[in-house]
């Protein structure tokens, strides 16, 4: 089994209401997966079940052949898996550039040994990345004076500076414009170059469609579908969940 | 500038603060930079967990009795050197502030602040009921007779000795601000939720705070006994080392090193006049109405002013 | 064995007793903190301003301090809207974290105690009424009037507020204004404004507590800071902003700190609080996230 994420008969309870129901899911090296699902499907906390943080009691979460379900947050970043906020949070207090120093400080160190980077070579990797998604010249900007989109573009830096083997977008265009949403697809579609596999979750269909090698969708807890997505999206049950009956 | 020249020049400067003061003739010049110094580092201990992490303790005062009743204790006992009782005074209130960050940090800001003064008042009611420390009525530390290296009176020694204790206060503050601990901290009073998912450990990092700042407060109360000779616990648990600690970094900025500095050394030598020209009650007023003050209208201090001006120049330059 | 069956039974009383009054004392916190989240830390220093003007009140013109009560909270009222009017344009429209507002109460609660200090000094103060001194009997259990007038105009207090908030309108709206702040302006109402009223309110029942604290025990301004303890260890016990719940709390209180102060001596009775408070925010966090 070469998965890069593999998660097996996830179970995630709030009180008596079940979130997410034996969800199983599967994520190549490098691949592109778009994660669709109507409000409250349980996206977001497949996310925060992934990312660690949530505690999850049933099921199991593997990572590169390791099972990782009961790592916090932070040993899972180390280990690879890095996501965005669906509201950005950024660290409102540094400039734009010292965002990302916290994850080249904190989330790299576990792969490449115990060595860690003098600060002329965090900052020069983290110019590096910012110059990557077109935020050098804020550098030095305070991050909270940001707009939108550029915000939106720190949270996906931030989460590359972590060197991550899988990157989780929460809705990384909510709110954007058309032109901008195609900036970030775009910035989503270079990781693969990286070797960064992508869970892609968004309510833009056409960015879904476009973006994906691979479309899985959530209704109300339960998997309903996973495959290509033009299939999927032919598929009536997903249908049926989308537009109602 | 690197942490060992800072501390190099700051040590350089308590030595020549120690030798320049033994000029003053005046014994109540001592008792009231004490003072001064004793807020200075309160108020430095307190910003690296309120100010750098971002959750505000209100029990300052309880690690500051730490220190104090250990001393105390430690005095009753064994009558050991001063520097024991420092060293150990502050592992007490270090080991308090772990004990404290690993039963409530998981919790909200809110709640941790609730449970610092807690803590306080706890304490507050386990010391009034000891009777080896002294209990409800206090105890009495007889000053030792004779002074160590050639000090003129036992207050200038206490007094130099509380110089350097600032001065390594503030150098471990100015290294924990431009560390790798630093960032996290940073990280973590911004976006706790964010931290944790950039990397940053930060329940530990969060333990490694409330030590630190705990312990350093504790540090602050190890030698109050042989300044004041006297301790009861209402004096010891004092609310104003609790409200001065955060005044006093709020005032002067709490983003770096430099503002709980100001802060003391502004705030406590206002008191120190204030306390003598008009009256004791009248500076905590002043105390209080500062803090107010500040928090709702300058919120960045007076550092705050400092780096509008050094933008401002920037960028006519 | 007599003996220490009227001294369980006279505790229970006590407890129970004073118990009522701290869910007075408390319930203002289980509005303010509770369900507007904003963490008053100064909430019993508003308490102890009440107690000493129903002292004035008393001192200069005889009156009841259930009269004073009445006659001070809508004065507390309107101080409750003002600093919340403080409090939202210093920190909430601008979006700052809960450090600054903490510093914020911490300081208010600070001037409160020492203004007091400076017009009225340090010394205990008391108000003698005419049941002060009158005790009912039953068998061995004492039941000090003093106590129960308190404990009947408090429980009153708390299950009329309990009354209002759930099936008036503006009740309903304090309630839904945590949750659901768009969808209360989508009704057409300003959700600042429901905020400003809960919170005077809250303020509101700080006097009227305060006005009763006087009656109970002598009065002095720094022992606000041991409710401190109280009032919080009350409504996290509770579960935060459930009115019943704050007097469920409440009765836990009273009941333990009646029996440490029975067994244990007094001296003890301030680690109660603030212990069963460390006790709940140690180990039942998860009734804590869970709103």
Known sequence: MNDLLHVQGLTKRFGGFVALDRVDLQVAPGERLGLIGPNGSGKSTLVNCVSGLLRTEEGQVSFDGHDISSLPAHQRIQRGIARS????????????????????????????????????????????????????????????????????????????????????????????????????????????????????????????????????????????????????????????????? | MSNARFATIALLAGVLLIVGAQWIQNDYFFNAAYTVLMYVILSTAWNILGGYTGYVNFGTAGFFALGVYSSIVLWKAFHPPLAVMIVVGTLVAALAGVGLGYLTMRLRGHFFAIATLALAIMLFTFVTNWDYAGGARG??????????????????????????????????????????????????????????????????????????SGGMMGLAGTTFPFFISFVEPVGAFDLRYAVNAIAMPVIGGMTTWLGPLIGAVLLGTVQQLVQVTISSAWNLLIVGLLLVGFVTMAPEGIMGWVFAWRRRRARRS | ?????????????????????????????????????????????????????????????????????????????????????????????????????????????????????????????????????????????????????????????????????????????????????????????????????????????????????VVIQPVQPSIGREYIGLVFAVCVLGGLGSIYGTLVGALILGLAETFTATFFGPSWSPAVSFGLLLLALGFKPTGLFGR
């Open chain 1, 85 to 245: 906020f669906q509201i950005p949070k950024p660290f409102a207090s540094v400039s734009v550039l010292d965002n990302l120093c916290v994850p080249l400080l904190y989330a790299t160190g576990h792969r490449e040994g115990s060595h860690r980077p003098s600060e002329a070579q965090v900052r020069s990797q983290a110019i590096a990345i910012l110059d990557s998604v077109g935020l050098a010249q804020r550098a030095d900007e305070m991050s909270s004076g940001l707009t939108q989109v550029d915000m939106r573009k720190l949270e996906l830096a931030r989460a590359i500076a972590a060197r991550p083997l899988l990157l989780i977008a929460d809705e990384a265009m909510a709110g954007l414009s058309s032109s901008e949403v195609d900036e970030i697809l775009q910035l989503l579609l270079q990781m693969k170059a990286r070797g960064i596999a992508v869970i892609m979750i968004e309510h833009i269909m056409r960015a879904v469609m476009q973006f994906s090698e691979r479309v899985v969708v959530l209704v109300a807890g339960h998997k309903v579908a996973d495959g290509n997505p033009h299939e999927v999206i032919a598929n009536p049950d997903v249908q049926k969940a989308y537009l109602g009956e």
């Open chain 2, 139 to 212: 105890a009495y530390v007889i000053v030792p007779r004779e002074v160590p290296f050639g000090f003129a009176r036992y207050i200038r020694y206490l007094f130099s000795v509380m110089v350097l204790l600032s001065v390594a206060s503030i150098v471990v503050a100015r290294v924990v601000e431009r560390s790798r601990l630093g960032r996290g901290l940073a990280a973590i009073r911004d976006d706790e939720l964010a931290a944790e998912c950039a990397g940053v450990p930060t329940l530990k990092l969060k333990l490694i705070s409330t030590a630190l």
């Open chain 3, 1 to 213: 064995m007599d003996i220490s069956y009227s001294l369980v039974a006279n505790a229970i009383v006590a407890g129970l007793l004073l118990g009522g009054f701290y869910a007075a004392v408390s319930v203002g916190v289980a509005i303010s903190f509770g369900m507007l989240d904003i963490v008053n830390i100064a909430h019993p220093a508003f308490i102890i301003l009440g107690a000493y003007i129903a002292f004035l009140l008393n001192d200069t013109f005889g009156v009841d301090p259930i009269v004073c009560a009445v006659a001070v909270s809508p004065l507390f009222f309107l101080l409750g809207a003002g600093l919340y009017r403080v409090y939202y344009v210093a920190f909430e429209s601008r979006g700052r974290g809960p450090l600054p507002g903490l510093a914020f109460f911490f300081g208010i609660l600070f001037i409160t105690e020492v203004v007091l200090v400076l017009i009225f000094g340090v010394d205990y103060r008391m108000v003698k009424t005419s049941y002060s001194e009158t005790s009912l009997h039953f068998g061995q259990v004492d039941f000090a009037l003093r106590l129960i007038v308190p404990f009947l105009v408090s429980v009153v207090m708390v299950v009329a507020l309990h009354l209002y908030l759930k099936h008036t309108f503006f009740g309903r709206a304090v309630l839904a204004v945590a949750q659901d702040p768009l969808a209360l302006r989508l009704m057409g109402i300003n959700p600042i404004r429901i905020r400003e009223i809960g919170f005077a309110i809250s303020i509101a029942t700080a006097g009227i507590a305060g006005a009763f604290l």
